[in-house]
């Protein structure tokens, strides 16, 4: 009997244009179809990933785990995200298993991948099923369908095996169509206008200050100092950022003279004229 994987939701958009990327999150879920099997872990050594775990082609293991990894290139239809992109992906324990450990590992053959385990040997009814969760997967791959390589091992009840779940890689449906803090450069105490316009997102939020606001709108902010702005927009699972910012106009002198031209002689009185913008104080040395 075989394990029951399902990845939701089953697709990740990508990434266009890299100085905004897209965030993803996957779940996978593991359940257990064999209603007569009590489904049981072992790692009677408690093991953790600090120890010497076993490779993917590890056999006659006394230890119950899944691995998963995907295909990682972005020159063909079927690759997930590129091999550098890979290290940035995450991967946890859902909220009902989280005993379990999530280490990263890599291969000759796959690169990246991450071996599940369980902390401690244990059995599960056969209504539970457990979950994990991949975050932050940024893909600048091409759009089509990749894949999610699933094998299991040392699974009470269970076949040992490999399995590919289907993950699609789609268009961006969803987009921050501006945003700007006008004017960039400001007198300390005076105001910023921030303004965004987000496309096809379930909400959207503002910092500073994680403010839930419309798809569309403005707002003006008081700069004291160099402001950054951030508006994330969310669409399901997915994330989407971008940045801006405004400074703080630097002193200007405008004029720093005298009312006698040229040398002059010692003790000779003069008078300093000066001018000075965007300044909180003026020292003459």
């Not at 590919?164 to 803090?181: G, P």
């Not at 994680?210 to 709108?217: D, E, K, M, T």
């Not at 994330?232 to 997915?238: D, E, L, V, Y």
Request: aromatic letters at 10%.
């Amino acid at each position: 009997m075989n394990l029951l994987y399902g990845v939701y939701p089953n697709a990740i958009t990508i990434t266009t244009d890299p100085k905004h990327p897209i965030v993803n999150q996957l779940s996978l879920d593991i359940s257990f179809p064999d209603e007569s099997v009590q489904p049981g872990f072992v790692n009677s050594q408690r093991l953790t990933p600090d120890d010497d775990l076993p490779g993917l082609n590890a056999v006659e293991y006394n230890l119950s785990r899944i691995y998963i990894w995907f295909p990682w290139e972005t020159d063909t239809e079927k690759g997930f995200v590129s091999a550098a992109e890979s290290v940035n992906i995450a991967v946890s324990p859902g909220p009902n298993n989280a005993n379990w450990y999530c280490a990263r590992k890599s291969d000759a053959n796959v690169g990246t991948y991450w071996i599940l385990f369980p902390k401690v040997s244990g059995q599960l009814v056969t209504s539970d099923s457990i979950q994990f969760v991949l975050d932050q997967i940024i893909s600048t791959a091409r759009i089509g369908q990749s894949y999610m390589f699933v094998k299991n091992c040392n699974i009470t009840g269970y076949t040992d095996g490999i399995q590919e779940v289907a993950v699609l890689k789609q268009a961006q449906d969803f987009e921050i169509i501006s945003f700007t803090a006008q004017p960039s450069v400001v007198v300390k105490g005076r105001s910023v206008l921030v303004s965004w316009e987000v496309e096809n997102a379930d909400f959207c939020t503002l910092d500073p200050g994680n403010q839930l606001v419309a798809l569309q709108g403005n707002q003006k902010f008081i700069i004291d100092s160099a402001t950054a702005f951030s508006l994330s927009a969310q669409r399901g699972t997915q994330q989407i950022r971008q940045d801006v910012a405004a400074y703080l106009s630097p002193p200007v002198v405008q004029l720093f003279t005298t009312n006698v031209p040229g040398p002059i002689d010692y003790g000779t009185r003069v008078t300093l004229q000066w001018d000075v913008l965007y300044a909180e104080t003026v020292i003459i040395d």
